[in-house]
């Protein structure tokens, strides 16, 4: 490792607290702090100010509607179409020709999509959608890899009013069997496979698996992607380029309420029935419009990255919808960030002189490890914002991120939000906040966020307990896919008429929101809940570590074990002294009720492809159990060797 570490710790060290840069702030979409105080006020006038931004066929009626909470109705009345948003709207004027969509395939091709480009493809699409009998309200299954058709396909869906239910490419063919049984799809859309790490994903097995026997699917549409023999059954699937080549270049979009269901997007849960979880259309474009606007600071000659696969609600709401109703251009690339090399992210930031990268903490701690040799490659002049998303950023990798990507120039917007509230809850809002390392800062305006003890009484500076969100606003899920129970149960139950979001949080003395992960992910150890999130983020704050992952194991005198997986930075040997210095370190940190029983050293931790951390496989591990549904790995070997390597020490 390369890294000049003295001068790393010295940040670390300092007051830790980043002022918004003058230059950006002169220049910044939002930079009066008066915003926070004037959507407090009038939250409904506030949020009908962003739906007046986009284009209605018909103005709506009411601004809200929460008499039968917690079943929220925003923009009563109102009609629109989500596709006509994302590109129509822009072709009038000089945006036609603008770039829409560049996209890159891992083994290097690419294509740019203009705005008036993107116009015909969904049409042709959505007309296509139509000769296969998909009508208005019709359920769609979308199985593909980062491919510009997958992007297509969700707008023409949107455009037709046939909610898409997109499923992401790692999943098993049963899961994804659940998920088209569970919300009856008409249609389903796959590809002959897609490519990740020089291997081909072989898509389109996994897709006839899951609609083996009886199944509501008549047709599947394959996309050609890489071009190696699948089986084509003859009166139910169709090639996506037949299916395309004689429709229309024009389709009128449908005239959708704006509670009418844009999509569901099932939640990937390890166990159970899949929660489709439902949004409409007027209140979650309303969201994902106004919050990207804002807390990305979007201008319209940037190039927008961000780095989520579209399966997961990160690339729903921030690489297609958000972006696109704003005019942006929005890059999508298909595979690894290692292949063929480690600076893949990097070279595409220069290729495409990308302005803005929106990425993972998990996938910043693997850079991090890899050292800053890889994007010393590359000229990252161009990028002037950063962002971070899918869990809480630990601070080390937040100033390692600032200080390696975003050369010390590039505020860093870290962002907390659910599949369930479609759009980003708290964030810096980039020309107004100073930032702190690891602290998502304050809720967006407009959001009134909080945080309550058990008994529902608000914790104020300096303590933390349990996060919720007190008023409805319009992004907000509207249900679960046909079980109105489990989606009061669920969501609404533990304080009457409030969200909880199942998520711990902490208030440091000027209001700061600290995210600490899931409730669940507390280990009890001899009557002491301890975050996880706390225990791993004080290991990686060791100068060794890379990154870290706590689970509980069974303990039969304290309840339960603090294990810790741990991957050392590059050139870093594990050792039994270096065990005893990161004991020593997380109860310094923390106390030491929170030392680590075991520390186990780990080459690679089991993730997901979206870059997931899979505790319940280190779970398995710790407590020396067969492993559960590895599927949806990244790597399958990575939770094999660790079984191997650690599994019969227990």
Not at 558 to 570: E, P
Request: charged letters at 25%; one cysteine or more.
């Amino acid at each position: 490792m390369t890294q000049n570490t003295g001068a790393f710790e010295a940040l670390l060290q300092e007051d830790r607290t980043y002022p918004p840069p003058a230059e950006f702030v002169a220049n910044a979409n939002i930079a009066d702090p008066a915003v926070y105080e004037e959507a407090r006020r009038d939250p409904e006038a506030f949020w009908a100010r962003f739906a007046g931004e986009l284009d209605w066929f018909k103005p709506w009626d009411t601004v809200l509607d929460w008499s039968d909470a917690p079943f929220a109705k925003w923009f009563v009345g109102g009609k629109l179409n989500a596709a006509y948003n994302c590109i129509d709207r822009h072709l009038d004027g000089p945006r036609k020709n603008k770039a829409a969509i560049i996209w890159e395939g891992e083994p290097g091709d690419w294509q740019v999509y203009t705005y008036r480009d993107l116009y015909r493809e969904v049409c042709k699409f959505a007309n296509g959608l139509k000769s296969l009998g998909v009508e208005k309200g019709d359920r769609v299954t979308l199985y593909l890899p980062m491919v510009p058709e997958l992007a297509i396909a969700m707008l023409a869906c949107a455009r037709i009013g046939a909610p898409h239910s997109i499923v992401f490419g790692g999943f098993s063919a049963e899961s994804l069997r659940d998920r088209i049984e569970d919300s009856q799809s008409k249609v389903m859309i796959t590809a002959d496979g897609g490519w990740r790490r020089g291997g081909i994903i072989p898509l389109k097995q996994s897709a006839d698996a899951s609609i083996e026997g009886e199944t509501p699917v008549e047709k599947v549409v394959v996309v050609k992607r890489t071009g190696h023999d699948v089986p084509i059954v003859e009166g139910r699937d169709v090639w996506w380029h037949d299916l395309v080549a004689d429709q229309p270049l024009n389709c009128e979009p449908e005239q959708m309420d704006s509670e009418d269901m844009l999509f569901m997007l099932y939640t990937s849960g390890t166990t159970g029935k899949p929660k489709g979880i439902v949004h409409t259309t007027g209140g979650y474009m309303t969201g994902t419009y106004a919050t990207s606007k804002w807390i990305f600071d979007l201008k319209e000659d940037d190039v927008y990255w961000c780095t989520a696969d579209i399966g997961w609600v990160t690339g729903h709401s921030y690489i297609i919808y958000g972006p696109l109703s704003n005019g942006a251009t929005t890059v999508m690339y298909e595979g690894s960030p290692d292949y063929p090399d480690r600076d893949r992210f990097w070279a595409i930031v220069e290729k495409y002189a990308c302005t803005i990268c929106y990425t993972a903490p998990t996938a910043i701690r693997t850079f991090m490890r890899w050292g800053e040799e890889y994007p010393n490659r590359h000229d990252m002049s161009s990028l002037r914002l950063l962002g971070s998303v899918g869990e809480p950023i630990n601070p080390e990798a937040w100033v390692w991120y600032w200080q390696h990507i975003g050369g010390g120039r590039c505020p860093v917007v870290d962002t907390w939000w659910q599949t369930e509230t479609g759009a980003v809850m708290i964030s810096p809002l980039p020309g107004i906040t100073t930032l702190k390392p690891g602290s998502a800062t304050q809720p967006f305006p407009g959001i009134d966020a909080a945080i309550l003890d058990e008994q529902g009484n608000e914790i104020g500076p300096g303590g933390g307990g349990y996060l919720v969100v007190r008023k409805p606003w319009p992004s907000m899920l509207r249900g679960i896919y046909g079980d109105p129970e489990r989606f009061v149960q669920q969501y609404w139950s533990n304080y009457e008429g409030i969200y909880f979001t199942s998520d711990g949080a902490k208030l440091d003395e000027e209001s700061y929101f600290w995210l600490l992960g899931r409730v669940d992910d507390v280990i009890n150890v001899s009557a002491h809940r301890i975050s996880t999130m706390e225990v791993e983020s004080a290991l990686v704050d060791n100068l060794k570590v890379a990154e870290a992952a706590c689970i509980g194991r069974t303990h039969e005198v304290k309840g339960q074990a603090i294990v810790a997986f741990v991957t050392l930075k590059d050139q870093v040997a594990g050792s039994d002294d270096v065990i005893a210095e990161l004991k020593q370190h997380v109860a310094g940190k923390i106390g030491s009720m929170a030392r680590p029983d075991d520390i186990y050293f780990a080459a690679e931790l089991p993730k997901t492809r979206s870059g997931k951390i899979m505790r319940r496989l280190l779970r398995d591990v710790a407590e020396g159990r067969a492993l559960g549904d590895t599927t949806t790995l990244a790597d399958p070997a990575v939770v094999e060797m660790l079984k191997e390597q650690y599994g019969d020490e227990d």
